[in-house]
């Protein structure tokens, strides 16, 4: 099956794409409006199936690979929800204390593509954890309609403080080397920023088109910052130019790239939104940056 692009699809009907995922509007609003760009033979419901992730198509390092080893893992968050799990993965045969990676994933809970996120970390010599929000509702529920639809039932002050807990258990995990990075996609990027303001501590910290904090937080961020942005992202990136006055202003080392004509979420490889040269130069970049960052 040939693999769409941004490119078969109008410009149009992706921004509504990207407001219906975000929770901005229904369902039944996409479809509506989305009707008006579908072409003959092709309904709304056919670009809305067509632009939605098909995970096993996209996957790139099995659960079972020999060459790394993960389990799920539950850690007590006594400030947040109480109980987190997430999905904890190493390499197999790794000698030696290994730097850590928390992984924040999208406004969905933990999917198998963050699973498949985790893994590649742990191809490229950490430990990754990926915990899921959604574990207080059930976790993840195995379809990303109704995953969506519980994401906003999060108390998103507990949620928050569940990956402070998910960080401070990676600092402390006896195999890792006490460096913590984290990098997370879009509300995971959020959470990668977030964790920047709170952890004086943390090692680095790389959110991918991640919505920013209040610029007067930039002050507290200790943590070299890598980040990632579309360039065609109007939402996320009208908070950017704040931003980075504040990280300047406070002396925060960052390093910032805009992708030429990429689209939010271009590094998730389940959907047309995917664009393999960006990604892969920003993950080429990312995994270099955690490298230099959490050595022991």
């Known amino acids: 099956m040939t693999r769409k692009t941004v490119a078969d699809f109008d410009p149009e009907v992706l921004?509504?794409?990207?407001?219906y995922v975000h929770g901005l509007i229904p369902r039944r609003e996409f479809l509506k409006s989305a009707g008006k760009y579908a072409v003959a033979g092709v309904s709304a419901e056919g670009l809305l199936a067509a632009l939605s992730p098909n995970f096993a198509q996209a996957q790139e390092v099995q659960p079972t690979d020999a060459r790394i080893k993960g389990s799920f893992v539950e850690i007590p968050s006594p400030s947040g929800y109480g109980t987190l799990r997430g999905y904890l993965v190493a390499p197999a045969n790794a000698s030696g204390k290994l730097p850590t990676v928390l992984v924040v994933h999208e406004n969905r809970g933990l999917n198998p593509h963050i699973e498949d996120i985790a893994r590649r970390l742990a191809l490229d010599g950490f430990i990754a954890f990926a915990p899921d929000a959604l574990f207080p509702l059930g976790g993840y529920p195995g379809d990303e309609d109704k995953a969506r639809e519980l994401f906003p039932k999060l108390d998103q002050n507990k949620t928050r403080e569940d990956f402070v807990a998910a960080a401070a258990y990676l600092k402390k995990l006896p195999q890792g080397n006490g460096k913590?990075?984290?990098t997370g996609f879009?509300?995971?990027?959020?959470v990668a920023n977030f964790l920047a303001t709170r952890l004086p501590d943390l090692a680095a910290s790389v959110p991918f088109y991640g919505g920013q904090p209040p610029a007067e937080e930039a002050a507290k961020i200790k943590a070299p910052l890598l980040i990632h942005y579309a360039e065609n992202d109007e939402r996320i990136n009208a908070g950017w130019p704040k931003y980075e006055e504040a990280l300047k202003a406070a002396g925060v080392k960052y390093e910032?790239?805009?992708?030429?004509?990429?689209?939010?979420?271009?590094?998730?490889?389940t959907t047309p939104r995917y664009d393999a040269k960006a990604a892969q130069l920003a993950w080429q970049r990312t995994v270099a940056f955690f490298k230099t960052h959490l050595k022991a």
């Open 180 to 182: 913590v990075g984290v």
């Open 256 to 269: 910032a790239y805009f992708y030429p004509g990429t689209q939010h979420g271009f590094n998730n490889n």
């Open 15 to 19: 921004k509504l794409f990207d407001r």
């Open 186 to 190: 879009c509300y995971g990027g959020g």
